[in-house]
Each structure stands twice: as structure tokens, then as C-alpha cells.
């Protein structure tokens, strides 16, 4: 069964830098589609970016410029580097996987089945 696992979350002031992990466990092959997802409180879970497994990527406008993902393919672990943090950025954030390919995979949280349990990220002023 696939796992994941997310790590490096905390707490930054505005303009700050953290970087998130996903390590993934249980697959047999790499999947077709990944991503980070982020949910603050009160508001429905978001798409923040996408990532097939050739490497092709999708960034929410809100995050492009700051944010930056990449893989560790011999780690099976999925990073989000992100910079220029704002308090708009503060939620749980969660890397996320599914079996199916896309050219471009989608940022829409529904389309993704397997979740991993989530890391805080504060952002204070």
C-alpha cells in the first residue's frame, strides 16, 4: 500500500524559506501524478503544484516565482522549496499521489487518492 509522509514544516516569518518532504513508500513504479496540496483552516483544500512523472509541472498562480518543486527519484521523495513565504501561506500541507498519467497532471485535490497525513506551515507578519 502507498504511504507518504511529509516533513519540514514550522513556523517563518514573512519572506522566510522552508522546504517540505514527501517521502513515499509502497509503490511499485513511479506514479503517473503528484503533488502539494495545502489547506488552511476553514477553507477546502487547494492545489499548490502538480508533477508527472516525466517532470512536467503546474503551479497555482499564487505560488509561481516562490515556490519550486522537485524529486529525489533515488529517495523516492518528493520536495516543495518554498520562498518569499507570506501569512497567505500558512496551512497544513499535504504531497499527494495517484496511479494515472497526465500530460499535466491536475492541481484539483479530487483527483488524487493517496494522501499523506500533512505539515504545518506558519507564516507570521
Given at each position: 500500500?502507498?504511504?507518504?509522509?511529509?516533513?519540514?514544516?514550522?513556523?517563518?516569518?514573512?519572506g522566510?524559506?522552508?522546504?517540505?518532504?514527501?517521502?513515499?513508500?509502497?509503490?511499485?513504479?513511479?506514479?503517473?501524478?503528484?503533488?502539494?496540496?495545502?489547506?488552511?483552516?476553514?477553507?477546502?483544500?487547494?492545489?499548490v503544484?502538480?508533477?508527472?512523472?516525466?517532470?512536467?509541472?503546474?503551479?497555482?498562480?499564487?505560488?509561481?516565482?516562490?515556490?519550486?518543486?522537485?524529486?529525489?527519484?533515488?529517495?523516492?521523495?518528493?520536495?516543495?522549496?518554498?520562498?518569499?513565504?507570506?501569512?497567505?501561506?500558512?496551512?497544513?500541507?499535504?504531497?499527494a499521489?495517484?496511479?494515472?498519467?497526465?500530460?499535466?497532471?491536475?492541481?484539483?485535490?479530487?483527483?488524487?487518492?493517496?494522501?499523506?497525513?500533512?505539515?504545518?506551515?506558519?507564516?507570521?507578519?
Open positions: 500500500q502507498v504511504q507518504l509522509v511529509e516533513s519540514g514544516g514550522g513556523s517563518v516569518q514573512t522566510g524559506s522552508l522546504r517540505l518532504s514527501c517521502a513515499a513508500s509502497g509503490y511499485t513504479y513511479r506514479p503517473g501524478c503528484m503533488g502539494w496540496f495545502r489547506q488552511a483552516p476553514g477553507k477546502e483544500r487547494e492545489g503544484v502538480s508533477v508527472n512523472k516525466y517532470g512536467i509541472t503546474m503551479y497555482v498562480d499564487s505560488v509561481k516565482g516562490r515556490f519550486t518543486i522537485s524529486q529525489d527519484n533515488a529517495k523516492n521523495t518528493l520536495y516543495l522549496q518554498m520562498n518569499s513565504l507570506k501569512p497567505e501561506d500558512t496551512a497544513m500541507y499535504y504531497c499521489a495517484r496511479e494515472s498519467a497526465a500530460w499535466v497532471c491536475p492541481t484539483s485535490p479530487a483527483s488524487y487518492n493517496y494522501w499523506g497525513q500533512g505539515t504545518q506551515v506558519t507564516v507570521s507578519s
